[in-house]
């Protein structure tokens, strides 16, 4: 039995602590010298993969200061604790009005451990700023939010990527995603994980079909290879851009259904079918057993329109696909 994937401290919308192991199996079957993502966010894909050389790319500055701070020695497990015990214990005693006052001290300040503060005591989980670039995600209405147990489960994230950093030759960057894969160099395998359009975007991930079809451009013209995460459906709709930008040859897509359990709303909160489109092949991957018998087999098949996917959720399914969610005041 495989052990559990590394979960890194913030929770990010489309984070892929579920497919982190396709997607180490998928990358071992390449020879690379450096690992490059344009779209890093919680980085759970780098932390599991732990290449020797990478460089991890995104947008949110907040996002980049936190990886930076905790490779550089600057944000400790120690001053994390120490941080949300004391913190927690004036979110419990003010509630809600404290929430907002460190909201608005890290709008008109930002720091590293009142972001992580804020991303563990957000309504569902949610990373939303709004266009002036200021965090704009409510309360969660959570007694004892920072309990003694959940602080330490935190400190323990930070402990663990600590550790992994330390020893590896990584560089953390905001950049826009078109500068990054622009400076990918043979040798490089790309691993881009977008933000869906009309999904999970806000300040620092807007996404648009102009963004989908410079980014399908980028990865066809790179020099190396590149596993791309995108959507293909769900029991309501078909993701249109992955028969637009990849039904060529030379691609192979791989895909698996599962359920989210984690969004802002309701109705965000469906089966979806993800796909890995590649530039060279990999053939299917077979999971590796675990305890969570959520994890299925990805099968390749040739490019083509995708088409709706049945609503039973975990079935086995020739098609593609990706979404993703935070979870309800985790």
């Known amino acids: 039995m495989s052990l559990p994937p590394l979960v890194p401290p913030l929770k990010c919308q489309g984070i892929k ?3 982190v192991g396709e997607i180490r199996r998928i990358s071992q079957t390449q020879h690379f010298e450096r690992w490059v993502e344009p779209f890093c966010g919680s980085c759970v894909v780098a932390l599991n993969v732990q290449p020797e050389r990478a460089l ?53 300040q930002p720091s590293s451990l009142d972001f992580l503060f804020l991303n563990r005591s957000c309504f569902n989980g949610v990373m939303r700023f709004n266009r002036k ?8 209405h959570k007694k004892d939010r920072f309990a003694q147990a959940y602080v330490t489960k935190i400190t323990n994230q930070i402990r663990r990527i600590a550790d992994v950093v330390a020893i590896r030759d990584w560089t953390f960057a905001v950049s826009d995603f078109r500068q990054t894969l622009r400076n ?7 691993y881009a994980d977008p933000p869906y359009a009309g999904r999970h975007v806000d300040y620092f991930n807007s996404w648009s079909e102009a963004d989908e ?15 791309l995460s995108t959507w293909h459906s769900n029991e309501f709709r078909s993701n249109a851009m992955i028969a637009e930008n990849w039904n060529c040859p030379g691609v192979h897509v791989l895909t698996r259904q599962h359920f989210y359990h984690v969004g802002s709303s309701e109705d965000l909160r469906h089966p979806m079918v993800e796909a890995l489109i590649t530039n060279f092949a990999v053939g299917q991957t077979e999971p590796e057993p675990r305890e969570d018998a959520g994890q299925l087999a ?14 039973t959720p975990c079935a086995r399914l020739t ?9 309800s005041c985790p």
């Open 213 to 227: 079809q410079d980014l399908a451009s980028l990865l066809k013209g790179l020099p190396c290879g590149f596993i």
């Open 56 to 108: 991890l790319c995104d947008s949110n500055v907040h996002i980049i200061q936190l990886y930076q701070n905790v490779q550089s020695g600057s944000l400790t497990p120690g001053m994390v604790r120490e941080f949300l015990v004391r913190e927690g214990e004036r979110l419990s005693a003010g509630g809600e009005e404290y929430y907002y006052t460190v909201r608005e001290r890290f709008n008109r």
């Open 298 to 311: 990805f099968f390749e098949r040739a490019s083509s329109s995708p088409s709706i996917t049945p609503k």
């Open 184 to 190: 990918a160099a043979p040798g490089d395998l790309v």
């Open 17 to 19: 602590t579920r497919l």
């Open 133 to 140: 670039g200021g965090f704009n995600v409510p309360y969660c």
């Open 319 to 327: 098609a593609s696909s990706k979404t993703t969610t935070p979870s």
